[in-house]
């Protein structure tokens, strides 16, 4: 699997550094540590560092944190995985996609330093690393990192933040993390540091082994010392509306975001906490929300009939999904592509999925499970069609004729932006 030439780095580069899938995930810092060390410390560098952790959301908060701080004028980089279309995307200077050559640079060096230090370290420590060497030779003002896996353990949080947001807490990753929400809690509690800021969206029953910070709460029964609250004002479409959030230090009316789902009203909300603690305008702030695009989050493809592609990939993500399909023009009957990772659980997503669908089509991508093993898991279903090629399975989808839903997996959704690019 290579990049290609004209929109990445070179493949040579890009395939040694894909050869690190091998040495696999393993949480914990004792890999970056000396992989950082080997480089000068480039972590360090940065006079702010943001990380974003929680099972779903924080893309899309990183990305509206990101788009806010650069029309305030600061130097930004951005940090993200996966990557859709292309590797470029994981790492952004102020809201641009690094360049080719320079990847390609800083992924020479990096290996360079891997083999120097005899330790080995994955694909996701080696684009950290590249990450935080990019940041360290732009000077930015601020360092982005959207976490990995985790939180406390994960390769990113070898920095050491002044400001974390914490998304949600849901089931995922059980294997890796632990098997119950008090374990995932933890060790997403443990991403913050002594003295950060810390902005979160945690449930009731965890309060108490939360860090200290400001807590999302759209019920209006929060202390108004430590809460953060939103309403929106109006309906969506509707030009007068707007979005209402108050923090303990500032109250905001601002546009509707331009991201789609009742859920990212909330993860706007944790992002413009965050941005009022940062000092930022509210007219940069709004330049964040609105200008925002972040593919794959409930993305209207082009074309006919209405086809709609969301990365969901897990129970949390599929259910939040789901409500806001009605946002979008989804109703029940709509044809579902659907494809998903092996060390997923499938199976509800599936199936919860696949009751409101007319059709179903699965389908594969790379790093993706069989698409006849998903078809064993849905024995029943009155239409369902195995189509391997995910760009056919997308045609074939949409020549029903029915809205199109294409959901389960970012590497799906990838998959077929590629195929569209």
């Known amino acids: 699997m290579t990049s290609p030439a004209q929109r990445g780095p070179e493949p040579g580069v890009y395939d040694r550094l894909l050869r690190l899938e091998s040495v696999g995930i393993r949480l914990g810092l004792e890999r970056i540590a000396p992989l950082m060390a080997a480089l000068g410390e480039p972590h360090r560098v940065a006079r702010r560092t943001v990380i974003i952790t929680g099972t779903n959301g924080k893309g899309s908060v990183a990305a509206t944190v990101s788009a806010a701080l650069t029309a305030a004028g600061l130097r930004v980089g951005l940090y993200t995985s996966p990557h859709l279309v292309s590797v470029l995307e994981r790492i952004r200077i102020d809201d641009q996609d690094l360049g080719a050559a320079e990847f390609d640079a800083l992924g020479e ?38 976490v990995g896996v985790g939180g406390a ?57 939360a860090p200290k910070g400001w807590h999302l709460d759209s019920s209006g029964r929060s202390d108004p010392s430590s809460g953060v609250r939103y309403e929106l004002l109006g309906a969506r479409g509707d030009p007068n509306t707007r979005l209402s959030v108050v923090t303990p230090e500032r109250t905001l009316l601002l546009p509707v975001p331009r991201l789609a789902g009742a859920h990212q009203l909330g993860n706007t909300a944790l992002a413009v906490a965050l941005l009022v603690h940062l000092g930022v305008s509210a007219e940069a702030i709004a ?135």
């Not at 060096?109 to 950290?128: D, H, K, N, W, Y």
């Open 153 to 209: 353990r994960d390769a990113t949080r070898i920095a050491v933040p002044t400001h974390v947001v914490i998304t949600q807490i849901a089931l995922d990753h059980a294997a890796l993390i632990g098997p119950g929400l008090k374990e995932i809690a933890v060790e997403k509690f443990g991403v913050t540091a002594p003295g950060s800021l810390n902005v979160m969206n945690v449930p009731p029953r965890f309060r108490d082994l």
């Open 109 to 146: 060096e990096v290996l360079s330093a891997i083999a120097r230090t005899g330790t080995p370290a994955s694909f996701f420590e080696a684009l950290t690393a590249m990450a935080f060497l990019a940041f360290a030779r732009h000077d930015v003002d601020v360092q982005i990192l959207e």
């Open 287 to 421: 330049a964040g929300i609105t200008g925002i695009r972040w593919r794959a989050r409930l993305e209207r493809l082009p074309g006919q009939p209405l086809t709609i592609l969301d990365g969901a990939h897990n129970p949390a993500g599929i259910q939040k999904l789901i409500a806001s399909l009605p946002e979008v023009g989804l109703v029940p009957g709509f044809t579902l592509v659907f494809g998903a990772h092996p060390k997923k659980d499938a199976g509800p997503m599936l199936r919860r999925l696949a009751s409101l669908a007319g059709s179903v089509v699965l389908t594969e991508a790379p790093l993706l499970r069989d698409a006849n093993r998903l078809a064993r898991l849905l024995p029943r279903h009155p239409d369902l069609q195995v189509i391997p090629d995910c760009s056919e399975a997308v045609r074939v989808a949409r020549s029903l004729g029915r809205p199109v839903l294409i959901a389960g997996s970012l590497y799906l959704a990838g998959a077929v932006l590629r195929t569209l690019a």
